[in-house]
């Protein structure tokens, strides 16, 4: 009797898995009418820590040793792993200046405390519109716009084209499959 020997290969790369996560969050927010503001946040939160897993995602493949950065900050990796590339990041400008936001956000979640907001007025006994339109929200809160959500998801995509413009097939292979491999051998 015959025996198939099966072998069955993926290579998960995160960076697309969570971008792929963010830009989803960001469709469902266009169609809902309602609390797409939780969409946003998922949206932002996911391409954040895409920005995490192309440092670490790319790094790994690209630079030898690369266990030795670990503990380096997300913008540190992607530092690293652009000018491995021969890219020169400038953060003052996109889609860098985005992905520095999305890392100050993620932080903000990760390490959310609470605040106390106020805000005080003066204003004459007619003039009431001015005492209750009064909106606080705290630094997070303000980062999260439709914007904000939009322009992270095309930062993440635009860092991953410009990196992967600069790879050899092998590691473009390695960076951009995420696709399963079937392989089958028949024994007598």
Excluded at 4 to 22: D, I, M, Y
Excluded at 123 to 149: Q, R
Excluded at 160 to 184: F, M, P, Q, W
Aim: aromatic share 8%; glycine share 6%; with cysteine.
């Amino acid at each position: 009797m015959s025996i198939v020997h099966t072998k069955t290969e993926r290579r998960f790369n995160p960076h697309l898995f969570l971008l792929q996560g963010a830009q989803y969050h960001l469709r469902l927010a266009k169609v809902k009418t309602d609390r797409c503001y939780y969409d946003w946040i998922r949206a932002i939160l996911l391409a954040a820590l895409s920005i995490e897993a192309i440092g670490n995602s790319y790094g790994e493949v690209l630079i030898p040793g690369w266990e030795d950065f670990e503990s380096a900050s997300p913008i540190a990796k992607l530092r690293l792993v652009a000018t491995r590339c021969g890219i020169k990041p400038d953060f003052g400008k996109q889609p860098w200046q985005t992905a520095r936001g999305l890392i100050i956000c993620r932080n903000r979640i990760a390490h959310a405390k609470r605040k106390h907001l106020e805000d005080l007025k003066e204003c004459s006994l007619n003039e009431d519109g001015p005492l209750f339109k009064v909106k606080l929200e705290s630094d997070l809160e303000k980062m999260i716009t439709e914007d904000f959500a939009g322009q992270s998801c095309a930062a993440v995509d635009q860092i991953i084209k410009d990196l992967n413009k600069t790879l050899k097939v092998s590691e473009l292979r390695d960076l951009t499959c995420n696709g399963h491999e079937y392989y089958a051998h028949v024994s007598p």
